[in-house]
């Protein structure tokens, strides 16, 4: 316990990842010009060239081959915008800097607010509404730090295989799929996040699979590789395999990196970007998202959430989110550590339809939630969070390349998160949904689930074994 209180001061919100910013760096004044980022409701998508008959115009071999194996339709929310549209936004000047097909809207920038409504005297334009301005001071851009080429002696375990990252991982019976094999081959998995520093450079997570990365924060980063640590710490969870150090949840997964989270300031946006993440890594054939970000309160306070929009379907983030399952794809996200603050509950989109959200419990026997783990219900009543896991703290691997313990439910999520895919890959036939509703059905509280703890610490061997069953009626049928 004297441990938990003494990082329990040191805890920066890993859940908004840039929150910790302000508390090291001074701000420093913007030097940009004064723009603003609108978000552009299209009415529908009429004319467009593309078809849901023809989906290799937009989706990958491994996309489309994912939701066969689901027996999920392809539908029109898949279409990507009607490019006619944007040509049309384009030729009133619009600068458009993203765009969403499964909520079908634009991301338009413009240097004056009131040229926007020319915009919306167009035909195909619905809506729009103001996401981003440029602001007056922000968080300075991280930048590259030195790192460690070894771990340090005193993490060896001589005799253990797993390191210090053993009791994490047996908290969640995960070591009994990896003794049968089960350690993420052939599965893929999405790291959304606000930036992986280093994370291409420190020896011990080069070996990591990585299929690529992408910025999707306007305008980008130089490199995702100098900003933040956070998703470098999210993904060495997963990813990394030092026997007698670290083991990760799911080593042998081959990950995208995505960033979505912009550090400089907290404005509605991001919902936009990260969005924009999960539809490319529905794209290219990601499994598993794993998100270990949230909203609630934005820099501006008319953009800011509000407790009855906790329903899954009113914030753009949280829409986008609902429908992953209906991609085939699991999305594994952070409660948030708001549960010390004012606010206490989750953000979006642990609010979202059809997920897990993962909330923290202590590392030591017997494990309690921890404080600072935000709680539910989603305001529509359902359960949340979905399980929780080691997060109070977790070990890690940092952006300087040293093993280290973190508070946050950003770090129980990847625990999770690793050991779903293998599990998934465990029970191919199973779909997203029945490995969500296995997960929560065979955790240690799922008799009696709470908004506090869930349903409890996921027992991923029982549902390894209840999933057996599931599926050799499946292939049955």
Known sequence: MLRLICLLFSLTSAFLVKAASPEMTERVKYKGETTYIYRI???DKQGTPYSVERPSRFLSRSSIERR????LPIDSTDLPVNPNYIKQLQRKGANIVGQSRWQ???L???KDSLSVHAYGQLPCVQSYKLVWQAPDSINPTAQRTKYQEHFEEH???EGQYYGVSYDQIVALQGQRLHDIGMLGDGMTIAVIDGGFQNADRIPALTNISILGYRDFVCPPSPTLFAETDHGTKVLSVMGTLQPSYYIGTAPKASYWLLRSEDQQTEQEVEEDYWTMAAEFADSVGCDIINSSLGYNEFDHRDMSHQLWQLDGRTAFVSRSASLLTQKGIILVNSAGNSGMGPWKKIGVPADAEHILTVGAVTADEPR??????SVGPSQDGRVKPDVVAVGAPAFLVNGRGAITEDMGTS???PIVCGLTACLWQALPQLTAEEIIQLIRHTSDNSKH???VYGYGVPHFWRAYMVGKVMAKEKDSK
Request: hydrophobic share 30%.
């Open 411 to 413: 770090f129980s999520t």
């Open 68 to 71: 066969r194996r689901q027996q």
């Open 449 to 451: 689930p709470d908004n």
């Open 41 to 43: 409701y299209l009415r």
């Open 155 to 157: 993490f060896h375990s």
């Open 368 to 373: 309690h939630v921890a404080p600072f783990s």
């Open 108 to 110: 338009v920038s413009v």
């Open 104 to 106: 079908n809207t634009l």
